[in-house]
């Protein structure tokens, strides 16, 4: 399959549907986003990542908000056009974002056809398209995004090594895979937060969503090439959060082949 075979399979609400989505899986995450309210309407995701004061996670996203800009800094001193996957899209907030922006070719997969319905609806432009598929079984043709980005959902995929090796394998060879707003934890961690996380769940109704949250460490990365495009935790950063607040708390990873 080539790009433009793929785009010809977008429907009469603007998905491309491909056939093997678990049905169950996509229940589940349903149920959770409305529980943990992460289902916005019209005009907040419109606003994204700017929230409104109504936003019920309005903190977190003032904190993603330092990296989407970040991102969007870099974007900007790419020069040719660029196909680029945001994987984990939801309702499509990041890409549509920086459709407006950048003209590049965008596509944005996930498994929440809901969500997919309305980023495709709030952001129809030419060059934006969206995947109902599982990005590890969908078959996206080899050798064609420039550009990956997994921003707040690698939690959502248990092995990490096998996840970048389906993206290497449809990313171009000197493709990008970039890794933001995302927690890495020490093993001695892992536990605690994976305790935590179960906690919550539980308290919004939805304690089997811990089998489809997992938690990470730095050390998963050993044997892929990477680098830090923002650390938060170098002394510069560390100084510019404490006095002026509002940054990310999270790496900003850069891996590639």
């Not at 970040?70 to 920086?98: A, E």
């Not at 170098?234 to 509002?246: A, D, E, P, Q, S």
């Amino acid at each position: 399959m080539i790009l433009d075979d793929l785009k010809k399979k977008k429907n009469s609400n603007g998905i491309i549907q491909l056939p093997d989505v678990d049905p169950s899986l996509e229940k589940v995450f349903s149920v959770y986003l409305k529980k943990d309210k992460r289902i916005y309407n019209d005009d907040e995701v419109k606003l994204l990542p700017y929230a409104s004061q109504r936003n019920p996670h309005k903190s977190e996203w003032e904190i993603r908000t330092t990296s989407f800009l970040r991102l969007r800094d870099y974007l900007s001193k790419k020069s040719k056009r660029l196909n680029i996957l945001d994987v984990g899209c939801g309702n499509g907030w990041l890409i549509g974002q920086l459709a407006k922006e950048f003209d590049h070719e965008y596509f944005g997969i996930d498994i929440v056809i809901t969500e997919l319905e309305k980023a495709a609806r709030l952001f129809n432009r030419e060059n934006v398209h969206f995947i109902h598929g599982d990005i590890l079984t969908s078959s996206l043709p080899t050798d064609t995004f420039n550009l990956i980005i997994l921003n707040s959902s690698l939690p959502y995929f248990k092995k990490l090594d096998r996840l970048l090796k389906e993206l290497f394998l449809i990313s171009k060879t000197y493709g990008e895979v970039h890794i933001i707003d995302t927690p890495f934890f020490s093993s001695n961690e892992l536990m605690i937060n994976k305790n935590k996380s179960l906690k919550h769940f539980t308290s919004i109704g939805v304690p089997e969503m811990a089998s489809y949250y997992f938690h990470h460490s730095m050390d998963e990365f050993r044997y892929f090439r990477y680098e830090l495009l923002f650390n938060p935790n170098t002394i510069k950063n560390r100084l510019t959060n404490y006095f002026f607040g509002k940054d990310s708390s999270f790496s900003w990873i850069l891996v590639t082949r």
